[in-house]
């Protein structure tokens, strides 16, 4: 098996001083800097030709395209899918020389057999944004552009066009100004309110990250900058005045100053990062849904690239559809939790005048967010604030309760009235109701308990019981809870974050350990409960057998919780973060379904960044600026806010990630091995999942064996849906 390896840096070696600044350690300039880019030989053939400007080509499989980074082979195989599954592909379109205008994909219609056909139309175009990182993860990270926010051509909420095509593909990246960082958390604030603008053509023959410092502060004009690059200038340029006609740096790039005239413009400190190269590449994602009626078979059509000035390119593309069909609403079960206020405050700085409105928007601007993480098999929670509303009357008895705003979110995902394909969400937590006494939380949660049963909702239900108990106060509010629910209703499970512990026997039903805790390693990271027992796989067994559940959750001791978490004892394990590899993000769905059979997954937020979004005159960050918090990039955030002045059109909507899309992936992978286990396959199936696939932290980085095995396992299920067609057929 191939070993996960730790991603390739597009500027040099993990040793480059990527969190150094001359005025901070000059004695950096003295010391060598190590650099290493492939050349860009040896790639596979794609659709060009000798001194064309424009180049693209189809890549398929869990990778991320950074811009910089040799491509990997174009895609010679079909694209492999069950009907009622998102196929999914990227087209690179990459740049030279003086870059190229007026970008535009077209895909055909796919014709595969007997004249049968599945329309491109309702195929999601997206344009892969990229995400700067200042500060590694882990080890394993990198500094520099990532591929993440996924911006639609057409958005699937409004059906409104965004502004991510026609596009623009330079080799010279925008200008990202640096935040500050403490232990593994961006800083807000601390940074003046003025841009840097590249332009240029770059003439340069290696990757270039270019530096920018402000000395002296003031508006352009009056404050000055210095400037190095890696590789290149070991020591910083001369001091020069910053203008607002563009100035000259070298190989053909040149920068711009931009502020309001003011002397908040330019702080001493500021720095930017140019990143520059001989060839940039632009990824773009595309989803096409198989549909529920789709002939087995073999489809083909084509992508069109297009450019001004440049002919169209013509990309083959095929996708080999199989006899079975994936269901609407996932079998492993989830519960990534969602604040419904913090997207308000990312989306809508200043509230409305009339609350009801307020409220209102708050409302529908959620329910596109839960749609949007449906469509990627994650079912997110209804935050506190929605809760229903309970009154009591004089004597103590529970007046009828108000569940209209409750229902209002909730219930069209429940039943999957108002979501795609009639998915569902797979879990519900009870609400915490903290402001209540116990006597009233007991009256309000048989009552919630009761609505949910006359929505047929009840088997959903479960308990967020303790979020990772560590002290003796923890535990006592612990066992209270657990009590308080187990007495109203014992058959809903009882979740806590935390490891098998004989004192939580009777309270515990639904285990959720780390997934460090359940597979620990030599010099793994500790939990953060600090239990010095780990239980492995097999402990959980009796608890299981006495009707309870396991599930288990992906933290920031995967990375390091204070940012850049040194290797061995953070490598290589499953993450959610912008610079671990699409790989990481995705391996969760085998591990739970083959390897540990594991029940469901939690996850603690979806937009952790959006709660702090910058007030209306605040110099805080957004979530398009940075997403480092707890040490990881993207730690606790899976979306980044689309508003009208970002993304274009009218209305606000959810932008993705790439990483949700190999979440949805990883839930595909569960998806396959669910199938095959209920076939009566389960001997194949760990023979060929474990050889990719062997542990928590131990699983192959090879993109091509995870395309390999998706199509063994496919083809499997696919012939027992034959041997099924031909036995009623007789």
Known sequence: MRQPMPNRGEYGSKEVVDRLTPGRRTACFTCLVLFVLATWSGRSPRADTLGRRLSAQIVTGPIKIRPYTPLPPAAKTPVHCARNQFCSFQVVVSATTSGLRNVNIRITDLHGPHDSRIVSAP?????????NIFYR???QGDIGEW?????????????????ALPLTVGTISPAYKRYGQRRGRAIPGGRGLGEVLPAGQFAGAVARRYVLEIVKPGPAGVATFRWWSNPGTTHPNAERVTSAAPLALDSGVSVAFHGSGTEEDYLQGDEFWIFAG????????????????AVPGSYSGSVYVSAAGSPDLELPIQIEVFDFALPSTMSLANSFQMSWSSLAKAHFPETLPDP????????????AYARAALQNGITVTPSEDLAPVYSFLPDGAL????????????GGFMDGSQTPRGARWTSLPLPRLKRLSEAQRTLALRDFIHHAHEHRGQDRLYDYTYDEPSTPEDFAKLKSRARLVRDIDPSIPRLVTTNLNSELVGLVTRWCPAVNALEPKFGSPLDPWRQPHRAARGEYEPRL????????????????????????QYDNWPS???????????????????????????????AYAHSLSPAPGNRGLSPWESQYYFGGNGDGSLFYPGTPERVGGRRDIPIESLRLKMIRESFYDAEYALLLRQLGEQEFLNKEVGGVVEKAWRWSADPQAWLDLREQLARRIALHSSRAGKKQTR
């Open 399 to 410: 007046a009828p309760a108000d569940y209209s705003r409750y229902d209002d979110a909730v």
């Open 137 to 139: 993860s882990s080890e």
């Open 123 to 131: 195929a999601t175009i997206y344009l892969e944004g990229f995400t």
């Open 576 to 606: 959610t973060m912008i610079d671990a590899s699409a790989i990481a993000n995705r391996v969760f769905g085998f591990l739970s379904a083959v390897n540990y059979r594991i029940a469901g997954i939690l996850y603690w937020d979806v």
């Open 545 to 568: 057998k006495a009707g309870e559940s396991l599930w288990w959750y992906q933290s920031c001791s995967s990375h390091g919780c204070d940012g850049n978490g040194p290797s061995p």
């Open 356 to 367: 009801a409105k307020d409220e209102a928007r708050k409302i529908q601007l959620g329910k």
């Open 278 to 293: 001989p060839e940039r590449h632009q990824p773009l994602w595309v989803d096409l849904l198989i549909p529920t009626d």
């Open 147 to 163: 591929p993440d926010p996924l911006i639609p051509a057409v958005d699937a909420e409004y059906g409104e066009t965004r502004n």
